[in-house]
Each structure stands twice: as C-alpha cells, then as structure tokens.
C-alpha cells in the first residue's frame, strides 16, 4: 500500500468503520519490486493479508473484511445489493478514471514530481467528470442520506475518496460547489469517526511526491 493511494484508502475506510485493527505496511518504496510483485502480480495496491490469507483488488478485499467482521455494509435486499455493486463498479469505470488517473494526476501527483500537467489529459477528463457528477447529483434524492438511501453501505465508502481527490483539484472544487446534493452527502460522509480518523492518517502525506509515480508517465500517461 502507499498512504495517499484511493484504493488503499477504501480498504482503510472499511476497515476502520468496523473497528478491525490492522498493521499498514507502506509499499510505495517497494512498489515494482519482484516482492511487491510477488504480492500483487499487476503492481497495484492494496493487498489484505488476513492471518496467511492473501488477496488483492480493492472489491474483493472490502466485500472479505465486510463479510468476515460486522456489522454489514450490504444491504440484505438482493436488488439493494446491485445498486450496491452498480456504485462500486461506476467508480471504477467513470469516476475514478477520469477524476484521480486523470485529472488529480495531471493537477496533484505529477507537479509534485516536478512534471508538467498535460493539458490534453485534462480537457479529455473534464467533461466525462461533469457526466459522473450529474449522475450522482441525480441519484441523491432530496431525502436521501446515503448514496442507497438511509444505509451506510460499501458504495459510499467507495465513492468518498475519489471525490476527495476531486475537490483537491481547481477544476473539481468549481465543479463541486454546483452539486449541492453531492456537498451535503459529502459533509454528512466527513462527519463519520471512521472518515475523520483515515483523513488524519493521511492528511502528513498530502502533497509529498510519490516517487514511483515517476514511471506513469511513460507506463500510465492517457495519451491523446
């Protein structure tokens, strides 16, 4: 894991929601490492070990601690469950995508390396982010608590933090604050202990550069 990854971050959300303690291991010096590889054979982040059990990918790894320590963050409604899995599957396909790989890359990750934004990157993203934003403004009814209603469920959690990026950016903050329904889901997502007690776990590793982000340019970069 590397401390400011989304997708670590999920995991840590879900994790500490649940109050299950766990030991975070920092992988970004080791990232691309036949040891790091040897734990997550595409060289991502993150990888749960649960007492010699081993796995990766963020959804699998939330969907095995939701399981294995409670209280549940899935709906027991069979049709809740798949809007559920529609939110966790949307963030990644179209918000994390075009938000973080993106437009928090070109804007956050990359000048903090001393490289250039690239400009096409992000005029490419913005509208695609619009897009997202609408959905989910349209998706938060006016009563709605939750992104599936008056639940805490494992969409939220999944969602939360590619936002966070977002509104990191000059481009997502403007696009934020005409998204009422997305600002009050996201207060009422910060005022959660789990939420406040990650946010001050990452919050020394903001802007620090991560070093192997280096490679993306070459390895990751959208190119168009």
């Known amino acids: ?4 990854s989304t997708f670590v971050n999920i995991v840590r959300l879900v994790l500490t929601h649940k109050k299950v303690a766990f030991d975070f291991h920092d992988l970004e010096p080791e990232m691309g490492s036949p ?33 294995a320590f409670g209280p549940a963050l899935q709906p027991r409604d069979m049709r809740e469950r798949a809007r ?13 995508p075009y938000m973080s790989y993106h437009l928090s890359h070109e804007r956050l990750i990359y000048p903090a390396l001393g490289i250039a934004s690239d ?10 982010i619009a897009i997202a934003l609408d959905v989910m403004e349209c998706e938060l009814c006016t009563d709605a608590v939750y992104l599936l209603g008056d639940q805490l469920t494992l969409a939220d959690f999944f969602v939360l933090p590619t936002l966070t990026s977002l509104s990191m950016t000059p481009e997502g903050h403007e696009m ?15 005022a959660q202990p789990a939420v406040t007690k990650v946010w001050a776990m990452v919050a020394p590793h903001i802007g620090e550069p991560v070093e192997h982000a280096r490679k993306w340019v070459e390895t990751h970069r959208p190119q168009y």
């Open 1 to 4: 894991m590397f401390p400011i």
């Open 35 to 67: 040891a790091h590889l040897s734990l997550h054979p595409f060289n991502r982040v993150p990888i749960l070990d649960h007492a010699g059990f081993r796995i990766y990918e963020t959804s699998a790894i939330a969907l095995y601690v939701d399981e």
């Open 84 to 96: 559920m899995h529609q939110w966790i599957s949307a963030v990644s396909s179209y918000y994390y």
């Open 119 to 128: 400009e096409k990157v992000v005029a490419h993203a913005l509208p695609r």
């Open 176 to 190: 934020l604050k005409t998204r009422p329904r997305i600002t009050a889901w996201r207060a009422r997502m910060e």
